[in-house]
């Protein structure tokens, strides 16, 4: 194979913006084979601009056609793991959207299909291709901010007015989203947040339903988290603060880093914190800290192409994907616990937990859910918005 012939389903605004990249030839060994949508409208806007692209109404049988190698999937997030799986079912590679899905159990399930196709299964956390986010990283799994003691994030600048949720149908409802600004807005900052400093042991969490918003689902959260060794962990995020933050600090035993507009600052120790503590002679030691300072080079419309052509990559040569869709796992339980910390009125939840109570709990707000239209903008607009990218 010297090309990768991708489908895509469903073509709404994020669907247009990967079927235009592709279409233009803008990933290299990837061309547009089909696509896929179940409005009559997405598809004749999609015939009258991917001239010879076959367009399909259902899905299966776009799958079933011969003409395409792999799929993008791109429709609302509670639909991602059913079609990823009959994808895979039909010997596809898949590339999915964020989040995976809405459930951890649904989650679970495609993971271990993954384990038994030799098919290529991503997701698009397309901001682990920051820079600064990869030296964030790099810093603390090569132990060289010591032990971790302290994480914090404050992602506010998600703001979203009434007539944004207002868009669409589906949107801030359980039924149509399955959540609001943790399933939607910030799931690449829960990503990133567990890429870098890893998984916690334990989640508490108050999530605020429609405080900014006349919606069913939560537009203000303050998650506490625990890890293994002791330290703790801080992540804010709201769509109804103006002007906003995102400040990511993290402080170990030998520095912290801070990543904050674009530049990532690290303050380093000449040795570790608890040797100075314990064996400084004077009560209020002043310490001088090493500084270094990154400033990222990440260019603003290129994350979602470079996940694409990582994705192709691994097709074609066996690349090893920067973002497997098994890794969608670890974001979609920091929201699913925090979730069920709320709904269990603010206690902790410890990982893992029980996914059956999490879907038992979920499926008694979609049941009262006011709305499941599934509507969708009928003039995406086929670019990457800013508010898909780092939102500094």
């Known amino acids: 194979m010297d090309k990768v012939r991708i489908g895509i389903v ?18 290299a060994g990837a061309t547009l084979g089909a696509i896929c949508d179940i409005s009559a409208d997405r598809r004749q806007f999609c015939k009258d601009n991917y001239t010879g692209v076959e367009i399909f109404e259902d899905y299966k049988t776009m799958f079933a056609s011969g003409l395409i190698d792999a799929v993008i999937v791109a429709t609302p997030h509670k639909l991602h793991c059913d079609i990823a799986m009959d994808a895979l079912k039909s010997e596809l590679n898949v590339l999915v959207e964020k989040p995976v899905d809405i459930t951890i159990s649904k989650a679970m399930a495609i993971n271990e299909l993954v384990k038994e196709t030799d098919k290529k299964f991503a997701i698009m956390f397309n901001q682990r291709t920051n820079d600064i986010f990869a030296k964030a990283r790099e810093i603390v799994k090569s132990g060289a901010l010591g032990e ?7 992602i506010t600048n998600w703001y979203r007015t009434q007539r944004y949720y207002d868009s669409a149908g589906w949107r801030a409802t359980w039924a149509g989203e399955g959540g609001g600004v943790l399933l939607n807005q910030a799931p690449h900052n829960l990503d990133l947040w567990q890429w870098i400093c890893g998984m916690p042991v334990e989640v508490q969490a108050n999530c605020e339903v429609g405080k900014y918003h006349n919606i069913e689902v939560e537009d203000d959260v303050t998650l506490l988290t625990r890890y293994e060794n002791g330290a703790t962990g801080m992540f804010i995020t709201s769509t109804g603060e103006f002007p906003g933050t995102n400040r990511l600090e993290i402080s170990g035993t030998k520095g912290k880093i801070v990543v904050e507009s674009g530049t990532l600052k690290w303050w380093k120790l000449p040795e570790d914190e608890r040797q100075i503590c314990f064996n400084a002679e004077q009560l209020f030691p002043s310490i001088k800290c090493d500084y270094e300072e990154f400033v990222t080079q990440s260019k603003d419309g290129e994350a979602h192409m470079k996940i694409i052509q990582n994705y192709v990559n691994a097709i074609l040569y066996d690349e090893e994907l920067l973002s497997p869709g098994t890794d969608g796992i670890y974001e979609l339980t920091l929201s699913n616990a925090a979730y069920l910390s709320s709904w269990k009125g603010g206690v902790p939840v410890k990982l893992p937990f029980n996914e059956r109570e999490f879907d038992k709990e979920l499926n008694k707000k979609i049941k009262n859910s006011k709305t499941n239209d599934p509507k969708e903008n009928k003039n995406a607009s086929g670019k990457y918005s800013k508010r898909w990218q780092v939102n500094w």
């Open 10 to 27: 469903g073509v709404g605004n994020i669907g247009t913006a990967h079927a235009n990249t592709i279409f233009a030839g803008k990933v």
């Open 148 to 154: 971790l003691k302290r994480t914090v994030w404050i």
